[in-house]
């Protein structure tokens, strides 16, 4: 059915390294999407987000960047800290169903010191 | 300034029992949602409200649970004859307003039905 994936479930990466987190979605009538952060014990925690008429946005270390052809998108956070270890979850929203966020299964993040 | 609370923390019950969570929503804002995550999962959406009005119910997954938000703030989401498949983590967002705002999500609401 439709949904939003991710590709890797576990990523391990050096501190200072940079790292990618993937997402495939499979509507492409979703106009939003929202990366969120989620440390062991507590509520996800919003990153960064993308409207569908952008192919890129930048914030603090972390930029994400939407391919529409391909229904793909991804988080890139720059310089990897210790602080960033966490599951990382992408969510689209879907204009036409409401407010409502529709999440992928989660990319557990690892960074080693 | 203060974020989504929600409690109790915890909750455990046995099944049949009725159980009320409360969400406290940022002061200010105009949308509340109810998810609720399994472990190791994405939140899933169960419900909605702009204000008072209850926009959308259709991921309630039975009508055993329902929610309201009489006076356009807290909510509460009940479950009734609570059953074993109900244990999860119970997660509350607000939003400033309704469409493409930021959701911020509160600590949950941890559920074991016994």
């Known amino acids: 059915g439709e949904s939003v994936g991710l590709h890797l479930p576990t990523l391990s990466v050096q501190e200072g390294d940079n790292s990618i987190i993937n997402c495939a979605y499979s509507?492409?009538?979703?106009?939003?999407f929202i990366w969120y952060k989620q440390e062991s014990g507590k509520g996800p925690q919003f990153i960064i987000d993308?409207?569908?008429?952008?192919d890129k946005r930048q914030g603090q270390r972390v930029t994400v960047l939407l391919n529409k052809t391909v229904k793909h998108l991804s988080l890139q956070i720059a310089a990897t800290q210790p602080g960033d270890s966490a599951v990382y979850f992408c969510?689209?929203?879907?204009?036409?169903?409401?407010?409502?966020?529709?999440f992928g299964g989660g990319t557990r993040l690892m960074v080693k010191p | 300034g203060a974020g989504v609370s929600q409690s109790p923390r915890y909750k455990v019950t046995k099944r049949g029992q009725d159980v009320a969570l409360r969400c406290d929503p940022i002061?200010?804002?105009?949308?509340l949602y109810w998810y609720r995550q399994a472990l190791g999962q994405g939140p899933e959406f169960l419900t909605y409200?702009?204000?008072?009005?209850?926009?959308?119910k259709s991921g309630l997954p039975n009508d055993r649970f329902s929610a309201e938000r009489p006076e356009g703030s807290i909510s509460t989401l009940t479950i009734q004859r609570t059953e074993q498949r109900d244990s999860a983590m119970y997660r509350c967002?607000?939003?400033?307003?309704?469409?493409?705002?930021?959701?911020?999500f509160g600590p949950g609401t941890r559920l074991l039905v016994l």
């Open positions: 967002a607000s939003s400033l307003r309704g469409g493409h705002e930021t959701q911020y």
């Open positions: 509507n492409s009538a979703s106009d939003y």
């Open positions: 993308i409207r569908s008429n952008m």
């Open positions: 969510a689209e929203n879907r204009g036409y169903a409401g407010n409502m966020l529709t």
């Open positions: 002061s200010g804002h105009v949308s």
């Open positions: 409200f702009n204000y008072e009005a209850q926009q959308d």
